[in-house]
């Protein structure tokens, strides 16, 4: 009885051992990857430009319209 248990914890230490040797051999190789590869050249954005929005009078009965209202927001 005492074998068997020594035997699945023994088991599952080396499964354990081996899962992450695995996985920190797969991130070194990958890191090494990046780190042989020029950098690509950094490009900027174009900024875009911010919407404009306009508060527009209700509909009346009158045949002339001020011109509407221009909101611009701060950017924070």
Same mark, same amino acid.
């Given at each position: 009885?005492?074998?068997?248990?020594?035997?699945?914890?023994?088991?599952?230490?080396?499964?354990?051992?081996? $899962?992450?040797?695995?996985?920190?051999?797969?991130?070194?190789?990958?890191?090494? %990857?990046?780190?042989?590869?020029?950098?690509?050249?950094?490009?900027?954005?174009?900024?875009?430009?911010?919407? $404009?929005?306009?508060? $527009?009078?209700?509909? %009346?009965?009158?045949?002339?319209?001020?011109?509407?209202?221009?909101?611009?927001?701060?950017?924070?």
């Amino acid at each position: 009885m005492f074998m068997g248990i020594l035997y699945l914890f023994l088991t599952f230490v080396i499964c354990f051992i081996l $899962v992450h040797l695995i996985k920190l051999a797969y991130m070194g190789l990958k890191s090494a %990857r990046k780190k042989s590869e020029p950098p690509p050249p950094e490009k900027k954005p174009e900024p875009k430009p911010e919407p $404009v929005y306009y508060i $527009v009078e209700k509909k %009346r009965a009158k045949k002339s319209y001020s011109k509407p209202k221009e909101i611009q927001f701060k950017k924070d």
